[in-house]
Antibody
Framework: QVELVQSGAEMKKPGASVKVSCKAAGYNFSAYDIDWVRQTSGQGLEWMGWMSPQSGKTGYAQKFKGRVTMTRDRATNTAYLDLSSLTSEDTALYFC??????????????????????WGQGTLVTVSS | DIHLAQSPSFLSASVGDRVTLTCRASQDISNFLVWYQQKPGKAPKLLIYAASTLQSGVPSRFSGSGSGTDFTLTISSLQPEDFATYYCQQFDTYSWTFGQGTKVEI
């Protein structure tokens, strides 16, 4: 079945970096984007960015630009999230998700509807001195 | 950035109830809206996309409607496994935002 399996919990000190992995199984890894979303009690669900496993192209949320890097290894069907200069506000549950899209055309006009499914199980990153 | 406001934040209901959750966008998003269900300790699960299209495998008691700025998620007859937090999500110019969630509890 289609699934995303993430790496285990991390404990980091302020100023450090963290790398979270997300291994895809059950589908063509290159055919769908991988998105990263984090969840905190204060901010709720927060989208961080996307990556195309096919091309390696990325797009990051403005808030994280300069601190985040999303990469992939097509040989192992694994996506990675790198977040640097960690602070306590980066303490969160980090999810990867498969980004899908459906095309609907009517009268010569097409719309593209995106969704995230499935999601990985989440990786808890705790930043504390 | 487009902001999504969900209401209510908490909803107390009983098995068998019909419940309606609301998501309001700060500007017109057509029908580019998605709904997820999240249970404690689990990842969100896709329920509905394009505002009203039920994801495969999702029970038909779930339905979505709306367009523009106002959207609803309806559960026609609440089941024990439906007690969870529900989030709406929208896509705008290569950026996603989520609502703050509605927790449905007994």
């Amino acid at each position: 079945q289609v699934e995303l399996v993430q790496s285990g919990a991390e404990m980091k000190k302020p100023g450090a970096s963290v790398k979270v992995s997300c291994k895809a199984a059950g589908y063509n890894f290159s055919a769908y984007d991988i998105d990263w979303v984090r969840q905190t009690s204060g901010q709720g669900l927060e989208w961080m960015g996307w990556m195309s496993p096919q091309s390696g192209k990325t797009g990051y949320a403005q808030k994280f630009k300069g601190r985040v890097t999303m990469t992939r290894d097509r040989a192992t069907n694994t996506a990675y999230l790198d977040l640097s200069s960690l602070t306590s506000e980066d303490t969160a549950l980090y999810f990867c998700a498969r980004g899908g899209v459906v095309e609907r055309c009517r009268g010569g006009t097409c719309k593209y509807y995106n969704w995230f499914d499935p999601w990985g199980q989440g990786t808890l990153v705790t930043v504390s001195s | 950035d487009i902001h999504l406001a969900q209401s209510p934040s908490f909803l107390s209901a009983s098995v068998g109830d019909r419940v309606t959750l609301t998501c309001r966008a700060s500007q017109d998003i057509s029908n580019f809206l998605v709904w997820y269900q999240q249970k404690p300790g689990k990842a969100p699960k896709l329920l509905i996309y394009a505002a009203s299209t039920l994801q495969s495998g999702v029970p038909s008691r779930f339905s979505g409607s709306g367009s523009g700025t106002d959207f609803t998620l309806t559960i026609s007859s609440l089941q024990p496994e439906d007690f969870a937090t529900y989030y709406c999500q929208q896509f705008d110019t290569y950026s996603w935002t989520f609502g703050q969630g509605t927790k449905v509890e007994i």
